[in-house]
Nanobody
Framework: QVELVESGGGLVQAGGSLRLSCAAS????????MGWYRQPPGKQRELVAT???????NYVDSAKGRFTISRDTAKNTVYLQMNSLKPEDTAVYYC?????????????WGQGTQVTVSS
């Protein structure tokens, strides 16, 4: 069982920055993939960014150039640095993890953290 605890959400003006953190209850190098999903109000959840055990990263097109996913293996924590935020980035952001595969169907989810970007 893996527990994921997110933090760092909040209210920010357009153009601002936030850094989300996801602390895992296990050593993150044991996990094949970790990443972040988001769910805007009234919309489906979408995968925003992923990082693999080997350190490879991927981003949804709307996040490329603005968001950066990273990790600190000593702290068992994954981060999502979000810059140049836009109102359309408003969503609940969820950390996700999978031991064996990618994040198309994650085994583990955090509780979510709200990000609100005002115009």
């Amino acid at each position: 069982q893996v527990e994921l605890v997110e933090s760092g959400g909040g209210l920010v003006q357009a153009g601002g920055s936030l850094r989300l953190s996801c602390a895992a209850s296990v050593r993150i190098f044991m996990l094949n993939t970790m990443g972040w999903y988001r769910q805007p109000p009234g919309k489906q959840r979408e995968l925003v960014a992923t990082i693999t055990r080997g350190g490879s990263t991927n981003y949804v097109d709307s996040a490329k150039g603005r968001f950066t996913i990273s990790r600190d293996t000593a702290k068992n924590t994954v981060y999502l640095q979000m810059n140049s935020l836009k109102p359309e980035d408003t969503a609940v952001y969820y950390c996700a993890a999978d031991y064996y595969s990618d994040l198309r169907r994650p085994d583990y989810w955090g509780q979510g953290t709200q990000v609100t970007v005002s115009s």
